[in-house]
């Protein structure tokens, strides 16, 4: 079974601190992607990585950066944290670039910012 | 206009009935096709792909129209497991390949 894990589930942070969310999956994939979860607006795509030290953009990148210094390790990083970016945050992978693909999902991280 | 809409419902049917959901997609570029499901407060999960010809997988069939840009989930019997948001989901060749969710649609099944 594919495995994506989001080390943090469940956070709170304040305004202006600096967001670390760690992503890990185990089954070699060549894509890893971020997205955020909004009611009423489904998922929308923050950063996706197709390869080691690659980024792309995707919908919605500003106020995030993303790290993959590791084919299995996608990070995705708040600079300063913002109350519009209270939200679930989905880290996801897929096997290769490719139209058939199916996306894996992690759990989640719900990141509350006050 | 959203690339990918889908009715937001919640739609309530009873134990046993038969619902369909319905997708429409803008981009005719658009080359895969699928159905994911999700959990209250829980990851999506791929239910099934959608083929041209129709597929069907158990008590679900997919439908895809590529004239009218419309794709169709069918549940027959459901059953309260079937509760669930299940989200319609696009691959489009840009160039790259770009995945595009829809907000997905809310079913409930009742006793």
């Known amino acids: 079974d594919v495995k994506v894990t989001q080390s943090s589930r469940y956070l709170v942070k304040r305004t202006g601190e600096k967001v670390f969310l760690e992503c890990v999956q185990d089954?070699?994939?060549?894509?890893m992607f971020w997205y955020r979860q909004d009611p009423g607006l489904g998922l929308r795509l923050i950063y996706f990585?197709?390869?080691?030290?690659?980024?792309e953009k995707g919908d919605i990148p500003e106020g995030y950066s993303v790290s993959r210094e590791k084919k299995e390790r996608f990070s995705l990083i708040l600079e300063s944290a913002s109350t519009n970016q209270t939200s679930m945050y989905l880290c996801?992978?897929?096997?290769?670039?490719?139209?058939?693909?199916?996306?894996?999902f992690g759990e989640g991280s719900w990141l509350t910012v006050v | 206009r959203k690339e990918v809409e889908q009715d937001p419902g919640p739609f309530n049917v009873p134990e046993g009935a038969t619902v369909a959901f319905n997708c429409t997609y803008s981009?005719?570029?658009?080359?895969?096709f699928f159905w994911y499901r999700q959990d209250c407060r829980k990851e999506p999960k791929l239910l099934m792909s959608v083929y041209s010809s129709g597929n069907e997988d158990g008590r679900f069939t997919a439908q895809l129209n590529r004239a009218s840009q419309y794709i169709s989930l069918l549940i027959r019997d459901s059953k309260l497991s079937d509760s669930a948001t299940y989200l319609c989901?696009?691959?489009?060749?840009?160039?790259?390949?770009?995945?595009?969710f829809g907000a997905g649609t809310r079913l409930f099944v009742k006793a």
């Open positions: 996801a992978s897929s096997p290769s670039r490719g139209y058939g693909n199916t996306i894996y």
């Open positions: 089954m070699d994939h060549e894509n």
């Open positions: 989901v696009v691959s489009v060749n840009t160039g790259g390949f770009k995945t595009i």
């Open positions: 981009n005719s570029a658009s080359q895969s």
């Open positions: 990585s197709y390869d080691v030290k690659m980024k």
